[in-house]
């Protein structure tokens, strides 16, 4: 179906052709190039850590980060089931348990006090993830990790940029992950990215990232023999990706501007409508609005038609999250049958999300705020 107004688009500018085609351009080093080290240079320089690890997704930033973190059979992780299920499955990846626990009606990000109760001695992490460009209530999970000695993992895959007062996301735990797949903050088509400021763990992702290979030099133009030391994987970002990560990351001040324009359109154009409930962030918190998430109050059924009812329109939305535990796969492994986390439930029967991505148009929002009215005032 072709859209009037699709779920995003991608922004880029001719300096991103321009990076790419360089690389192509050299002949060489598509897989291992230069720029793989200066986009990881410039991601810890941008977000505030000492160290970057780029891979070819946000999926398998995650899986490496676990393994360097020797979680395994026997441990427990506590992550939501609001969100995409990477978060889940990672934990899963290494033979460990993820435990969920339920999320606030805020940030909807994890509940502190919630995660409190899922602790147990055989609890090794936690994974919050900053939803859509809002930070989680990381402040107060960072001091129940510390109280109880878990590794915190943010899960900021979606959240590049994000902040509360000074501080980026992916600066309060151990380590955080980001993604670039081509709907998030900035893109690179595919890709991902793990910052901390652990030397070690640094030094283990790029083992694991390359077939446990000690790489002294570059591989491809080496002739020398280069040990595998430990079990790793090819989880590494090509060159082409990280030339053109290193040319979106210099428009990520604008890029965020106008994530936050259009943000603010769109509230101001949504605020008269009192059926739902728009998108908040407390005073101190930097939302940097990777998606726009409105909650229509009442029943899954008044949301599924007004979904219906845009579809008509030519409006693209999408339910951003379903529980990962209602899954077929999470209910078919853990025997999850629906009312298990009914805060979560709630909350996802609810939400409905709009990508206020760079280039969407006033005029749009006003067709989208349009419809929206009408369908509360005329259509139920
Ligand atoms: C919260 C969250 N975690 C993890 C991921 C996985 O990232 P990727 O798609 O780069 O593997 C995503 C991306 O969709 C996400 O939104």
Redesign the pocket.
Same mark, same amino acid.
């Given at each position: 179906m072709s859209w009037k107004i699709p779920l995003f688009k991608t922004y880029w500018d001719e300096t991103d052709i321009e990076s790419v085609t360089n690389v192509i351009k050299s002949g060489s080093y598509w897989a291992t190039g230069p720029e793989i080290k200066e986009f990881e240079e410039k991601i810890a320089e941008y977000v505030g850590t000492k160290y970057a690890v780029t891979f070819n997704? @946000?999926?398998?930033a995650?899986h490496a980060l676990l393994l360097a973190y020797d979680l395994k059979q026997g441990d427990e992780v506590i992550v939501p089931s609001f #969100? $995409?299920i990477? #978060?889940a499955n990672a934990p899963l990846f290494v033979g460990a348990k993820p435990v969920f626990a339920e999320i606030e009606d805020r940030t909807y990000g994890l509940d502190p006090e919630d995660v409190k109760k899922r602790i147990t001695p055989k609890t090794k992490a936690i994974i919050p993830?900053h939803y859509g460009g809002c930070p989680c209530l990381i402040r107060e999970l960072k001091e129940i990790a510390e109280d109880h000695n878990l590794l915190l993992i943010e899960?900021a895959? =979606?959240s590049l940029g994000t902040k509360i007062n000074d501080n980026k996301v992916g600066t309060f735990g151990d380590s955080a992950?980001f993604? $670039?797949?081509q709907n998030?903050v900035i893109s690179t088509g =595919?890709? @991902?990215a793990i910052t901390t400021d652990s030397k070690e763990i640094y030094e283990k992702l790029k083992l694991i990232r390359s077939h446990g290979r000690l790489e002294t030099q570059d591989y491809f133009s080496s002739t020398e023999y280069m040990d595998y030391v430990t079990l790793g994987y090819n989880f590494r970002m090509p060159t082409m990706n990280a030339a053109l990560g290193l040319s979106q990351l210099k428009k990520i001040d604008k890029v965020i501007k106008m994530r936050r324009d259009k943000a603010e359109y769109m509230t101001k154009k949504l605020s008269r409508i009192k059926e739902i409930t728009l998108p908040t962030a407390p005073p101190d918190y930097f939302h940097v609005y990777q998606m726009y998430t409105i909650r229509i109050d009442g029943t899954r059924q008044i949301r599924d038609r007004l979904i219906q009812y845009l579809g008509d329109k030519g409006i693209s939305t999408k339910v951003y999250f379903e529980p990962v535990h209602l899954s077929y796969f999470y209910k078919n492994k853990f025997g999850f049958k629906g009312g298990d986390l009914p805060v979560t439930e709630r909350i996802a029967d609810q939400v409905l999300t709009f990508h206020t991505h760079p280039l969407l148009k006033n005029e749009e929002i006003d067709y989208i705020s349009e419809e929206i009215d009408k369908f509360f005032s005329e259509a139920i």
């Amino acid at each position: 179906m072709s859209w009037k107004i699709p779920l995003f688009k991608t922004y880029w500018d001719e300096t991103d052709i321009e990076s790419v085609t360089n690389v192509i351009k050299s002949g060489s080093y598509w897989a291992t190039g230069p720029e793989i080290k200066e986009f990881e240079e410039k991601i810890a320089e941008y977000v505030g850590t000492k160290y970057a690890v780029t891979f070819n997704s @946000g999926t398998s930033a995650l899986h490496a980060l676990l393994l360097a973190y020797d979680l395994k059979q026997g441990d427990e992780v506590i992550v939501p089931s609001f #969100t $995409f299920i990477t #978060t889940a499955n990672a934990p899963l990846f290494v033979g460990a348990k993820p435990v969920f626990a339920e999320i606030e009606d805020r940030t909807y990000g994890l509940d502190p006090e919630d995660v409190k109760k899922r602790i147990t001695p055989k609890t090794k992490a936690i994974i919050p993830i900053h939803y859509g460009g809002c930070p989680c209530l990381i402040r107060e999970l960072k001091e129940i990790a510390e109280d109880h000695n878990l590794l915190l993992i943010e899960d900021a895959a =979606e959240s590049l940029g994000t902040k509360i007062n000074d501080n980026k996301v992916g600066t309060f735990g151990d380590s955080a992950m980001f993604s $670039f797949c081509q709907n998030k903050v900035i893109s690179t088509g =595919e890709g @991902g990215a793990i910052t901390t400021d652990s030397k070690e763990i640094y030094e283990k992702l790029k083992l694991i990232r390359s077939h446990g290979r000690l790489e002294t030099q570059d591989y491809f133009s080496s002739t020398e023999y280069m040990d595998y030391v430990t079990l790793g994987y090819n989880f590494r970002m090509p060159t082409m990706n990280a030339a053109l990560g290193l040319s979106q990351l210099k428009k990520i001040d604008k890029v965020i501007k106008m994530r936050r324009d259009k943000a603010e359109y769109m509230t101001k154009k949504l605020s008269r409508i009192k059926e739902i409930t728009l998108p908040t962030a407390p005073p101190d918190y930097f939302h940097v609005y990777q998606m726009y998430t409105i909650r229509i109050d009442g029943t899954r059924q008044i949301r599924d038609r007004l979904i219906q009812y845009l579809g008509d329109k030519g409006i693209s939305t999408k339910v951003y999250f379903e529980p990962v535990h209602l899954s077929y796969f999470y209910k078919n492994k853990f025997g999850f049958k629906g009312g298990d986390l009914p805060v979560t439930e709630r909350i996802a029967d609810q939400v409905l999300t709009f990508h206020t991505h760079p280039l969407l148009k006033n005029e749009e929002i006003d067709y989208i705020s349009e419809e929206i009215d009408k369908f509360f005032s005329e259509a139920i």
